[in-house]
């Protein structure tokens, strides 16, 4: 069974479905849903990793770095769409009270003004939280502004949807596992970890970042983040294109664990977007091969 | 008159009053707060740079450089610390339901297992949301986890504070108001910038990154962040040590001017911690006068 | 007048008469020329950069930079190319001695076994010296292998030219000067100079030419030199393309003279082979004055 | 039987006689030296490769790639020291003829100056040319200004020592072979390549410097030689610290394999001055171990 940051209706929610119809659990924070995992309540959980509106990727990350070390399994996106969902027999014209996330409220507000100028917004904790509400028949809430999965769970009615005002932004997720073997190379693959610089100095980032440079291997994300321990020292959570397997990949890990005091290696996983990397000329598996047989050879060169 | 992202009771609010005690008006979301400011409603806002509990750095950042663009003034660091607050006359051993938003929940999960072990916790849109309702007189609920400026606001009272698992951490708030002239240099400045990188390619973060390293500036953060225009295309939110009018960073801002499609210039700021930077030899002021005076030199050297 | 490096036949005196037809002082050596600059018995002098017959940068370099300062004022460019010269009345078939310094004897090697296969070869000091040698109409040799020059110098016939076994070889020779006013721009330039590192360490070369990276300057020379100081410690002399008045070259400069204990500027002169560089977006003076204005702007915006 | 680019009596010479003292054949060209190894009439021979007196670095780098490849298995180094040398009977206050090198006239020109200021000086073709000649019995010279070895080979007294005025040059030689099994790892170990860029642009030279600098090796001599085959097209012979047998130097090799077109090791050999290299932290064998175990443990983390 998994486990997911709730409530249900979240776009968390949602991306749990991708993976599977099983039951499964809703934790009430990212940390309860990874603790989970840990003492093997769940076989894994899914949590947000980059998502405007529910929260992100801060919390996630710090988590999965504290404590027993956790491993991501698989990366999920999500386009942030939302609806207008109200209880059977409502019409979008009689619309009056709307209840939903102040995120959401911010997202659809040109449409909202334009389709249902009479109605009054309210905030609620929660866009799922806003659903559930309306899903009590003696609610005052006429509608509410939420993903689809919310409708659907409260047995609301879809009056409009993608009523976002700037369609296209996806939300990203993470399927969390205990750390294990490392998930097959597909071709299409990301690597998530956290570098620990060695001080605070200009060139410290620099010097992380030359260990990806020097090998072929390209970021697709890096955040600074302060670390706990130390005033004004920093680690970097960076993505990577390309598989722990690959080997630019695993020398530039390599290299990162003798320059960092400390690396932690958070997974290799397919990609959401199946996209292939574009793998510039003298790093692909073959020009790694290639250049330790020279190397090998150089040593011996008449043993060949 | 100021804005700030509210409602009343949050970070941001206290964030606020460490500036003014002024009358503020709250806005529901960042866009809206910044927007008051571009239109001239409020003559500035305070808005979350960093911020665990209320959301974060990524909207903050995007509606700044939506949109007429903005000045940062100021940065504000808050401690991120809780307490239990409860209408008058509730006493510690009798609370049974606390309201909470569920970041603030997750952080004081500990406290409240120990201190209130028979209290059940429900989940709010925000702690500033839970500290109204506990205000209500006929509320179910006894004592809400919030910032002491929400339990101020509503006039309840302080049952235990500090009650965070895990004291020490901070969340970042900046005061932003139309860009007009650069705040004064105060020795312990910080500039915030977004810079466009010209390709998806492994060399282009480092590119960026050396214009400030050559320079002697130090990055205090960083994180790519998706372009919308381009798929795979990055732009990068940066803190660096020092001031616009610091030699070293106006020079490095001129030289990602000319390595990037585009840059924009959040502003020049004193540190909320007040600490100067160490600027490594050859980085001062001086030497930068000294440097161009040399090469000035260079071009006559007899005058003869 | 000008001086040079001789004696008169040689490569260097063929290079200085690209550039007067004026009579000229030879010297014995690299330092004696230069001396004569310094000492104003010359207004200049012509000696060899890069000239694998007749010795080479390595000399010139010291010397530059050991006394007064001098400047290099333009740069020549000779081809290597040798003839077979006799004294008037001498057929090829009749040649059996030949005089010519060992490099030169390298460099035709092929050509004399083809073309004269009878006779011997005999090293000489110089090349020059050898074409002296066969003038003496009681010499022993019969012919010498030298330049075009040396064989006017001393009246000899040419019996066969370029004969050297690999053209398109060329030597490289400077006109220097006292330090005075830079030579005008010409838009196909070269700036020479030494800077000396910081300490012996893997990164202290990077950060140099970091400094000509960033700025979008191309090397077109580089050589290390061990300093006669400090054991282990290194100066590098640099050719770059562009001149000290175009804004990328004066800031590269600027960067140097902040990072680097010393730094010699030994002039910016024309190209010999008049390319003019092909300078990269972002980098022509143009970019740099934009730079500036842009970065000027945020001082105070709207100046209101 | 060793070769090496004589005559006999020059610095090479004596570079070549404190490795063997066994007969050895002089060739009157660093190339026919060469071309003497690679057909097998000598086991190896001795060249100059870095020579203010007697030409250089350039010819013997050439020689070395152009053919056959050969290897480097020894580095010797010989203090650049100068004597006055006379036939039997002559007294330092008898010597009015002088003859040498023009190079050693100018290292030795104050000490002429000073304690035989009546000598004349007469340029030679070579100071070993100066020697045979001055032993002559016959001769009109009475000294000749040249290495020690030189007086010894020509049966010449000597009348002065460290004559030069600026003590304390060395010069540079090795000794090469056929290519072959690389010569044991010392601990003190110098390595020498050909590294061919890519293209001519400012970053070629930064991304093959880097494939050491993240590598921790440090480079000792770097020197830009022009391609013969692409106008403004460049390699670069570098000098590193270490052996091909040390992890960081096998891994910088197989990096430079990677982003080169064409690379020629030229063999790692023990340095002549015998200092070992100080490693910096994280650049062992024992560093590069450890981050190959932590990452291999990556790929199944319960095999452990």
């Known amino acids: 069974m998994l486990g997911y940051f709730g409530p249900a209706g979240t776009f968390t929610h949602q991306a749990l479905r991708t993976i599977t119809d099983d039951e499964a659990v809703a934790f009430s924070s990212v940390r309860e849903a990874l603790d989970a995992v840990r003492r093997g309540q769940v076989r ?32 999920i996106v999500i386009p942030v769409e939302f609806g207008l969902y109200a209880r059977e027999g409502t019409r ?3 619309v009056r009270q709307v209840l939903t996330h102040g995120h959401a409220a911010a997202q659809c507000r040109q449409w909202l003004a334009e389709r249902v100028p009479l109605a009054q917004v ?4 929660s866009t ?19 993903a689809r999965v919310a409708g659907e769970t409260y047995g609301l ?7 976002e005002d700037n369609p296209g932004a996806v939300t990203r997720f993470v399927e969390v ?9 597909t071709g299409a693959d990301k690597t998530t970890l956290v570098a620990y610089m060695r001080e605070d100095h ?8 030359e260990q990806f440079a020097v090998r072929g291997v390209n970021l697709t994300r890096i955040e600074s983040r302060p670390t706990k321990t130390t005033l004004g020292s920093y680690c970097f959570s960076i993505d990577v294109e390309g598989h722990l397997h690959d080997k630019r990949v695993g020398e530039a890990l390599e290299g990162l664990h003798r320059v ?19 793998i510039a000329d003298g790093f692909t598996d073959d020009s790694y091969d290639a250049a330790a047989a020279w190397v090998e050879s150089l040593g011996s060169p008449y043993l060949g």
Chains 1, 2, 3, 4 share one sequence.
Do not use: M, W
């Open 92 to 94: 979008l014209e009689d």
């Open 157 to 163: 009615t879809e009056l409009a949807y993608a009523i």
């Open 260 to 278: 960092c005091p400390r690396v932690h290696f958070l997974g290799s996983y397919a990609r959401a977007d199946q996209s292939r990397p574009k």
């Open 177 to 185: 596992g205990k750390a294990g073997p490392v998930a097959d190379r």
């Open 44 to 75: 894994g959980a899914v949590v947000p990793i980059e998502n405007s509106v529910e929260g992100g990727v801060s919390a996630t990350l710090d988590e999965l770095i504290a404590g027993e070390p956790l491993a991501i399994r698989a990366e």
């Open 122 to 125: 309210t905030e609620a904790g």
């Open 128 to 146: 799922a939280g806003a659903a559930a509400e309306v899903a009590r028949p003696e609610s005052r809430y006429d509608a509410a502004v939420c």
């Open 202 to 209: 200009s060139g410290a980032l620099l010097e992380i970042l």
